[in-house]
């Protein structure tokens, strides 16, 4: 054998060694990212090494596994994720993202373009170090205070046949998985543990996505636990459409389960249900903002706690908040209709708000077995509304609270549904029903009486 075939030998050998090293466990070939030259020890930087096997597994395809082994920590920074593969975090193996934003090829941790069939899985995790991306913690506005850059941890777009199953994702420094245009998802079991005050640090967006299932996971996070979004790209993704949340756990220190604000294209056939929101500075929310419609909404069998909270956190504690908007006073603004919010029941410190606008109107809002107690518990001041983010309007509005509060809208129908108060009444708290500038509101069965029977009606309708 002469010195030439001999090298090329070695180099097809290298090159091929991927396959040759690849294991088969229950008919799949699963690639170590260890026998790539991943170390696991927290320190050494890993990403090359991890990214090799993901390449590797790539060109074998067919579900191929790339195995992180437990027992170790993983030192990365931004992983490229392919089509045809399962990443899979073995046991409770854990990915550290790297503080330097140097390490980094663009702003995210774990990214995928324009893949098919990706399965992320395991009950490892990714842990953001928040902490270490703040500058200081702000004791009079309780929130962290961010550096000058942070990164997301996931980062997945356009993938089509999507799966995220039961890791867990920890101490996020901005939004922790977010999905900008992707088809056909599968988000099941996952568990986001972030820090309540860090700000930004989202639980899951599904932007621009149509076709996701997001069920039995555990969410706790400073901002919007699970929120459906349309925000503004140069790439047309389409709509948000065709999405189901069930059977999730949450606290927050923002919305528990919320469309919006950023609703640049529509966003429609949108499910919640059988959800538990433990803490929340709004229940359920519909922040209309931009020129998409939202439409064909449910909320269905969930139970809540709503609570005031410092500025600048976002929310004053309504128990649902369905507001239309403009983001600015040039904003084009869509029309929110077709809501029903069904079998819920709650406690806040604020009103539930059905609240549109001049420039857009609110209609065919049905109410159904909502339950909802309004008291006072936090340190906050009250008094207000949240109509944040607006230039177009007053952003925090001085107002009284009522128990239900509709504004501009349109065929409003409150069917069994009651309002309670709790013993110790402020005097801010009012009627069980106020509205203005409304048409066809039906009330069906309500029950609920005013804060202060002899001071405020129980309903309060004007036309002004």
């Not at 030259?37 to 050494?44: L, R, V, Y």
């Not at 621009?208 to 929120?227: F, K, L, M, P």
């Amino acid at each position: 054998m002469n010195k030439s075939f001999n090298y090329l030998y070695i180099l097809l050998i290298v090159m091929n060694f991927g396959i040759l090293s690849a294991k088969v466990q229950d008919g799949v070939k699963v690639i170590d990212v260890t026998k790539y030259g991943a170390i696991g020890d927290g320190k050494t930087l890993d990403t090359k090494a991890i990214q090799k096997a993901i390449d590797v597994a790539a060109k074998l395809g067919n579900g191929t596994k790339v195995l992180v082994p437990t027992g170790r920590q993983y030192l990365i920074s931004t992983l490229v994720l392919k089509s045809n593969i399962e990443f899979h975090l073995q046991g409770n193996a854990q990915l550290l993202v790297s503080t330097k934003k140097e390490d980094y090829s663009v702003e995210g941790s774990l990214i995928a373009n324009d893949v098919k069939n990706l399965k992320i899985s395991g009950t490892g995790s990714i842990n953001g170090r928040a902490l270490e991306f703040m500058s200081h913690y702000d004791t009079v506005k309780e929130i962290w205070m961010p550096k000058d850059w942070r990164p997301k941890l996931f980062i997945l777009t356009k993938c089509n046949h999507l799966e995220i199953t039961d890791i867990t994702i920890e101490k996020a420094p901005s939004w922790s998985l977010h999905m900008l245009g992707c088809e056909n998802v599968l988000i099941d079991g996952v568990k986001i543990k972030n820090n309540l005050d860090v700000p930004n640090c989202d639980g899951i967006d599904p932007d621009h996505c149509q076709n996701v299932e997001i069920r039995n996971c555990e969410i706790s996070c400073g901002d919007d636990a699970i929120v459906v979004k349309a925000t503004l790209q140069e790439i047309d993704y389409g709509p948000s459409a065709n999405i189901w949340v069930h059977d999730c756990l949450i606290e927050t220190q923002d919305s528990g389960l919320k469309i919006g604000t950023e609703t640049t294209q529509d966003i429609y056939n949108i499910v919640f249900e059988r959800c538990e929101i433990k803490t929340s500075c709004r229940g359920l929310t519909i922040q209309l903002r931009d020129e998409g419609d939202v439409y064909n909404i449910v909320f269905k069998d969930i139970n809540f706690t709503s609570r005031y909270h410092s500025n600048p956190w976002w929310g004053r504690g309504e128990a649902i908040s369905l507001t239309a908007i403009q983001r600015n006073p040039e904003t084009k603004i869509g029309k929110i209709h077709n809501v029903l919010i069904e079998n819920v029941k709650g406690i806040a410190e604020n009103s539930i708000r059905v609240n549109g606008t001049m420039e857009s109107r609110i209609s065919d809002i049905r109410l159904y077995n909502v339950d909802v107690t309004l008291k006072r518990w936090t340190k906050y001041p009250g008094n207000v509304f949240d109509n944040r983010p607006t230039k177009a309007y007053e952003g925090i509005e001085t107002h009284d609270t009522p128990g239900i509060f509709i504004r501009y809208s349109d065929r409003v129908v409150l069917e069994n549904c009651s309002i309670a108060w709790e013993n110790t009444i402020p005097d801010c708290f009012t009627n069980a029903i106020q509205a203005n500038n409304v048409t066809g509101l039906e009330l069906i069965n309500f029950k609920g009486e005013s804060a202060n029977q002899a001071k405020y009606k129980a309903i309060d309708i004007s036309k002004l």
